[in-house]
């Protein structure tokens, strides 16, 4: 079983839309939670992070964490073309100082 | 700096040549990795800096890779003998406390022929 795993998609939505990013993971060790945004031919970008379970809110983005199922998600509301990209999950596992990725799912919002 | 600089953006080598790859993360920024990210893959680990601790290595692919960091600032990659499957884009990253997660570099796209 890979550590972090992510649907590679594409997924796509029309303008407007509510775009949902899934992701889960192995280590019931791990600690905190990352979501990261990749345009084509560019390096990550963090946009969003959450350590406890439930919801955290930023403008249009949500984060969801669910540690007993080992599942943590990325909601985009009112989807614009411009946030289309890859998008990565990143845990801290129970080793504590490093990053592990998802591969990552290439969202595409249509106008 | 104001954020983590790479360099160079892009580096043609041919087979067989050493290549060495640089990094400047965001001063103050105590921890420092590199990643692989290959087309179409996610992004691999390789190494880990964190102050004066030895770092981990425990994801270079080969020998050939090596890292170094000096003053506790500045990395170098360098890659000896490139073979074409080290073609990829190399990123590094900075980190001041590690629960706020990372800062990317823009990365060095590493082209073997």
């Known amino acids: 079983q890979k550590e972090v795993e992510q649907n590679s998609g594409p997924l796509s939505v029309p303008e407007g839309a509510i775009a949902s990013l899934n992701c889960t993971y192995s280590?019931?060790?791990?600690?905190?939670f990352f979501w990261y945004r990749q345009y084509s031919g560019k390096s990550p970008e963090l946009i969003m992070f959450i350590y406890s379970n439930g919801d955290k809110e930023d403008g249009r983005f949500t984060a969801q964490l669910n540690k007993a199922s080992q599942y943590v998600s990325l909601l985009i509301r009112d989807s614009q073309p411009s946030d289309s990209a890859t998008y990565l999950c990143?845990?801290?596992?129970?080793?504590?100082?490093?990053?592990?990725f998802g591969k990552g799912t290439l969202l595409t919002v249509n106008p | 700096g104001a954020g983590v600089s790479q360099s160079p953006s892009n580096k043609v080598t041919e087979k067989g040549k050493d290549v060495e790859l640089r990094c400047d993360p965001i001063s103050g920024h105590t921890a420092l990795y590199w990643y692989r990210q290959s087309l179409g893959q996610g992004l691999e680990f390789l190494i880990y800096?964190?102050?004066?601790?030895?770092?981990?290595k425990s994801g270079l692919p080969s020998d050939r890779f090596s890292a170094e960091r000096t003053g506790g600032s500045v990395s170098t990659l360098t890659i000896q003998r490139t073979q074409q499957e080290d073609s990829a884009v190399y990123l590094c990253?900075?980190?001041?406390?590690?629960?706020?997660?990372?800062?990317f570099g823009s990365g060095t796209r590493l082209t073997v022929v």
């Open positions: 990143a845990v801290v596992g129970g080793s504590n100082y490093k990053l592990t």
């Open positions: 800096f964190q102050g004066n601790s030895a770092p981990d």
């Open positions: 990253a900075s980190s001041l406390v590690l629960n706020y997660g990372y800062t």
């Open positions: 280590d019931r060790g791990s600690q905190s």
